[in-house]
């Protein structure tokens, strides 16, 4: 009788996953070919803290990155629009590349699909 309430009919369901077109095949020739991605949860003094960061697997290194306190499909739009805008900004096409990421609800929303 305390404890949380269930939650009922939370609305529309996200998109299907879609194939693993990288088969676990992590590498590239070149940059901006294969991105992954992913969320992490950080607590603080204040509460929690959700990053979403972008990695080129051909460099090793983070692209961009995002960082909300709500683990909303927006945190991973964000993520992709500053990676796709820095990489614009360093003179770099973007065009082809893959994005690789779990099945979770953030990456599977209409929202970022629209945004790929």
């Not at 979403?52 to 995002?66: E, H, T």
């Not at 991973?76 to 900004?89: C, F, I, K, P, T």
Request: hydrophobic share 35%.
């Amino acid at each position: 009788m305390f404890g949380k309430k269930k939650r009922r009919g939370k609305g529309s369901p996200a998109p299907p996953a879609h194939d693993e077109l990288v088969r676990r095949d992590f590498t590239a020739a070149g940059p901006n070919q294969l991105w992954l991605t992913d969320l992490t949860e950080h607590r603080t003094d204040e509460g929690k803290l959700y990053l979403c960061a972008i990695k080129d697997v051909w460099s090793n290194r983070i692209v961009d990155y995002s960082i909300s306190d709500r683990m909303e499909s927006k945190i991973a739009v964000d993520a992709l629009n500053n990676a796709v805008a820095r990489r614009g900004v360093e003179g770099l096409s973007v065009a082809g590349c893959r994005l690789h990421s779990d099945r979770g609800s953030q990456f599977r929303s209409r929202k970022l699909q629209q945004a790929l």
